[in-house]
């Protein structure tokens, strides 16, 4: 008989036993997550004052970096907290609680980028309909239905799990309490939560990265068909710093939830959940201010105004 002792709280074992190691990994984690958190800042400060950025474009940016610093305050300050102190341990309310927000969040993620890539497809392939079509109520609603659309399947994939009693070990094989490693310690037919998992993974990932490929794919045939370079230029450059982080987040999250594991695959996930949890966060201001004229211009505005 299986062990059904109500758990109160788990052991994340984390990344390593080796105590410098763990030192090592707050300090460059701690280092990765302030500077995430002050580049999406800037990014929501920036979109706010300068009234050149309060365009379609800006707006879905604004909510992205608004989402970036949501998504990896999620997981990391925990992480950290367990590597500085050496307790690696959460509750249960707490575990289920950052495996909503985790998940809510990275969902509202895929959906938002949808969003961007869609509004990129209007502004270039039917660039005189533009501001029609993407007018300030349709861009909210947009928002909204990728917020509450995430909301509404995350919330119901949550309380599917809290349904499920925990067997005998508390002990989770991850850095926070992610989805797939939860899933080992529950009791019972777990098979169509599993099989729901895995549905929502494909509808989430694949769905919404069907949608922006298809989007790419107009773009690009529209783009190649203009006749001058540098207007074939200006529209590629628009457009790839938003195909950089598509790229980056799609992979790490298909590797981690589509692809069936491998030996060895806990260590990967966590490898590729520190990409996914600090690294994108990390480049999205770095991509979209470094390779954008417009938000360069109004950041030497801003700062030149500050100094005045």
């Known amino acids: 008989m299986e062990n059904q002792t109500k758990i109160n709280e788990f052991l994340l074992l984390g990344f390593t036993e080796n105590g410098k190691l763990e030192i090592f990994f707050f300090v460059l984690f701690l280092i990765m997550y302030l500077m995430a958190v002050m580049g999406n800042m800037m990014i929501i400060t920036i979109t706010l004052m300068d009234f050149r950025l309060r365009t379609p474009m800006y707006f879905f940016l604004r909510n992205y970096a608004v989402l970036e610093i949501g998504y990896t305050t999620a997981a990391i300050p925990k992480a950290l907290f367990n590597l500085a102190s050496g307790r690696k341990t959460i509750s249960y ?79 989770i094989d991850h850095f926070f309490c992610d989805s797939k490693a939860l899933l080992h310690l529950l009791c019972g037919d777990t098979h169509f939560l599993e099989l729901s998992s895995f549905i929502l993974s494909v509808f989430t990932l694949l769905g919404t990265l069907a949608i922006t490929v298809v989007s790419y794919v107009n773009i690009i045939s529209t783009v190649l068909h203009i006749p001058s370079a540098a207007g074939r230029q200006k529209a590629f450059s628009t457009c790839a710093s938003h195909i950089t982080i598509v790229t980056v987040t799609y992979g790490s999250c298909i590797s981690m939830y589509v692809i069936p594991e491998r030996d060895g695959g806990q260590n990967f996930n966590k490898v590729v959940a520190i990409l996914n949890n600090v690294v994108c966060p990390l480049m999205t201001p770095f991509v979209y201010s470094l390779r954008n004229r417009q938000v360069q211009d109004a950041l030497k505005n801003a700062f030149g105004y500050k100094i005045c």
């Not at 300030?136 to 399947?153: D, R």
């Open 93 to 171: 309310a707490g575990c289920i609680s950052q495996l909503f927000f985790y998940f809510f969040l990275g969902t509202t993620d895929f959906f938002l980028l949808t969003v961007m890539s869609f509004d990129r497809y209007v502004a270039i392939c039917n660039p005189l309909r533009y501001t029609t079509i993407m007018n300030e109520k349709f861009c909210t609603l947009l928002v909204l239905f990728s917020w509450i659309g995430s909301l509404a399947v995350i919330l119901a994939q949550t309380l599917l799990y809290v349904q499920f009693p925990v067997c005998g070990s508390n002990i």
